[in-house]
Nanobody, 123 residues
Framework: VQLQASGGGLVPPGDSLRLSCALSGVNLDYYAIAWFRQAPGKKRDWVSCINSAESTHYSDSVKGRFTISRDNARNTVYLQMNNLNSEDTAVYYC??????????????????WGRGTLVTVSS
């Protein structure tokens, strides 16, 4: 199982980015997918998740600005990030878990992880 996150970059405050997480080796249909992020010098934080029933959840810090979605035909999950600010600067990781129908915010340890993609919000 491999996860490939992409779409990071350097953007000014207020701008938008869309991250992608492409899965290979498994059928996305049965998996819950989460995004996490880790800012420099800080612990990794959960950002958002979507389960196999497309139930979505967000941390308070991104609610209303970020949108997670999945395209099972493409085996890809997206994180649309709008109105970015400096506190969103971090390495973003996607993770997958076969407990796809679970209430995804409480999955204790996602089984598969991808390498991160760096998002830098700066003027």
């Amino acid at each position: 199982v491999q996860l490939q996150a992409s779409g990071g970059g350097l953007v000014p405050p207020g701008d938008s980015l869309r991250l992608s997480c492409a899965l290979s080796g498994v059928n996305l249909d049965y998996y819950a997918i989460a995004w996490f992020r880790q800012a420099p010098g800080k612990k990794r934080d959960w950002v958002s998740c979507i389960n196999s029933a497309e139930s979505t959840h967000y941390s308070d810090s991104v609610k209303g600005r970020f949108t997670i979605s999945r395209d099972n035909a493409r085996n890809t999950v997206y994180l649309q990030m709008n109105n970015l600010n400096s506190e969103d600067t971090a390495v973003y990781y996607c993770a997958a878990d076969p407990r796809g129908s679970s209430y995804c915010p409480v999955i204790p340890e996602y089984k598969y992880w991808g390498r991160g993609t760096l998002v830098t919000v700066s003027s």
